[in-house]
Structure formats: structure tokens, C-alpha cells
């Protein structure tokens, strides 16, 4: 599945590794994952992390993301990891690429680079990156490994969600071997503030029901004002504030961001991905998002998220 991945980095002098913007725990695992391994096997080459960074996952990148010249794209492979759409990607340069890769996890949309690896049976792109170390027989340092099981844990749901699997564990079985410490992870990923804690509060106070069922929270420009956060951090960080609800198969978090409203959708059974790529967006069956036009919209994508509960 590999060999023409592995075929590409070993060609080019120049490796710039990209993934989606406003990076999660898996676009940032992959990435720097990746970087080290490239960097540990092949100590000739020049390998670049480029993107947007981020307050809560940068620490999983153990550095800032490079600042690098258009230039250096000219005789260089772009590697996209983590992303389903073009538009998503961070740092549009990966056009001046001379070849590109993408690996990636999410339901294919449309074909992004010249050699395309997408297996949405994995649970995270990291999982993608740690197989083709395996296959490959590349050497996996333990900055390498960490990163990668940061990128498998937050995007397997502390290996909860249904994508998790036999070869999920036994990925995560190598990563151990190569000698990281999980407790330090872990506690860098999960330590709330009290902040958080108390703004989670807030969160289920405005939680509301649709008549099938469905949960939403509904952030306005205004309140994200009050409350000091983005409309990122008000519908990825807290949609799953409804996740285990009794009696609730859907849950959505809406946000009024500069661009539209920000939505994130969340299932524990019906597949919600079609809703999501009807209006733009797209992900997975059971974790999707888009950015919608105007509240009109919103109470449109409720209807059919309503229609999609009533018939599980
Ligand atoms: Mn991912």
C-alpha cells in the first residue's frame, strides 16, 4: 500500500509536510511523526513542517512549525497529511510542490495529490503514517512514536470510536516498543483548567433539543465576545460536551465565525457525513463539520439531521 509513498520520499532532496488547518491532536501527530521519520532515516534530506499552530497541540510538534521561502516547493515533495478537502489544507504553497502526496483517513472527496493514500478504515492518519514505518522497516525514534500515538489517541477517541481496531492496537503495541513515556502525554492532553471546566459548564446550560432528539448548542458572535473563545474552540472543543447523552444519537455545535457559521456534527450510530457534504462540508460518518451561510441554513441542516435521528 506503501511502496509508491516510500518510493516518492526517497526521491526527492526536499520533504515539506502539510495537513489541515487549525491542526488537531492527528494533523499535528502525523505531521511531526512523519518529520522524524524522514529526519531519522534519511539525515540527508531537508524536511519542513509548515501550517498554522496551535495553543492546545503544538506541544505535540515539540517546535514551532517552519517559515520557509516559496522557493524551497520548486524541487520538493509535498506531503498532505490529515486532510479531505484542498480548501482545508494550511499553507496553500503545496501547488508549487514539483510532486505531492496525500495520506489520509478521511471519506475521500476528490483526488488532491499525484499519489493518493486514503483508508478511511483507519482511525487516524497517524495510524497511516506508523503502518508505512512498519512496512517499510524505518527505524521509529521515540520523538517519532510520541507524536504518532498523540495523533492516534485523540483522533481514536482514547481508542473508543468505531474505527478503533485490532490493527489500531497493534500499531500502538510498536509505538510502545519504541519507548515513550504515556503518562506525560496523556496528562498534556487531558489537564483541564478550571477555566475549561467552568466554560463546560456554560456549554451544557445552552445545550437544546430538536423534537427528534437532536442536541445543539447554538454560540453567537456575541457570547464568543463574552466568553473569550473562537467559534474553533466553541464547536470542536465542546460539541462533544453531548457525546453519551441518553436518548440522543445526534448532537451538532453551531458557532457564528467570520467566515459563516462554523458547525460541527457527532453521531454514536447514524451516519451524519451525507448532511455535512450537502452543506459543504465533510469528515467522517460519525464526526463531520462544514461552515454554513446564516441561520437559515442552520435550521435547514437541523431539519434533515432531525429526519436522519428519526429514521435510526
Ligand atoms: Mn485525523
Redesign the pocket.
Known amino acids: 500500500m506503501f511502496e509508491e509513498a516510500l518510493r516518492a520520499i526517497r526521491q526527492y532532496d526536499t520533504v515539506i509536510i502539510h495537513r489541515h488547518k487549525n491542526p ?1 491532536g ?2 499535528m501527530g ?1 505531521q511531526a511523526g512523519l518529520y522524524n521519520i524522514i529526519k531519522d532515516n534519511y539525515p540527508q534530506k531537508a524536511v519542513y513542517m509548515v501550517g498554522d499552530p496551535s495553543d492546545r497541540y503544538g506541544f505535540i510538534a515539540g517546535r514551532p512549525m517552519d517559515e520557509i521561502p516559496d522557493s524551497l516547493y520548486e524541487n520538493a515533495l509535498a506531503v498532505i497529511l ?1 486532510t479531505s478537502a484542498e480548501a482545508l489544507i494550511s499553507d496553500d504553497r503545496y501547488k508549487k510542490a514539483a510532486g505531492t502526496l496525500r495520506i489520509d ?2 471519506l475521500f472527496i476528490s483526488k488532491i495529490a499525484d499519489i493518493e493514500i486514503v483508508d478511511p478504515s483507519y482511525e ?2 497517524a495510524g497511516l503514517v506508523t503502518q508505512l514505518a512498519i512496512e517499510s522497516g524505518l527505524k521509529v525514534s521515540p520523538e517519532a512514536a510520541s507524536a504518532l500515538f498523540a ?1 492516534t489517541v485523540t ?1 481514536s477517541g482514547r481508542f473508543r470510536f468505531d474505527t478503533t481496531s485490532a490493527g489500531t492496537f497493534r500499531r500502538v503495541s510498536f509505538l510502545l516498543e519504541a519507548g515513550i513515556d504515556t503518562n506525560s502525554i496523556y496528562s498534556r492532553l487531558y489537564t483541564t483548567s478550571v477555566r475549561d471546566l467552568r466554560l463546560k459548564a456554560k456549554f451544557v446550560e445552552k445545550i437544546r433539543f430538536t423534537d427528534k432528539n437532536v442536541g445543539y448548542i447554538y454560540t453567537t458572535a456575541q457570547e464568543l465576545k463574552e466568553l473569550g473563545i473562537s467559534a474553533y474552540t466553541a464547536t470542536r472543543g465542546y460539541v462533544n460536551t453531548m457525546a453519551d447523552l441518553e436518548g440522543v444519537s445526534i448532537w451538532a455545535a453551531f458557532a457564528e465565525g467570520d467566515e459563516g457559521i462554523l458547525c460541527e456534527l457527532r453521531s454514536c450510530g447514524p451516519n451524519i457525513n451525507p448532511i455535512a457534504v450537502k452543506y459543504g462540508g465533510g469528515g467522517h460518518k460519525k464526526a463531520s463539520g462544514a461552515t454554513l451561510k446564516d441561520r437559515e441554513t442552520v435550521q435547514a441542516m437541523l431539519r434533515d439531521l432531525d429526519e436522519t435521528a428519526d429514521k435510526w
Open positions: 488537531d492527528d494533523a502525523s490529515d483517513h478521511h487516524s492518519c495523533g483522533d
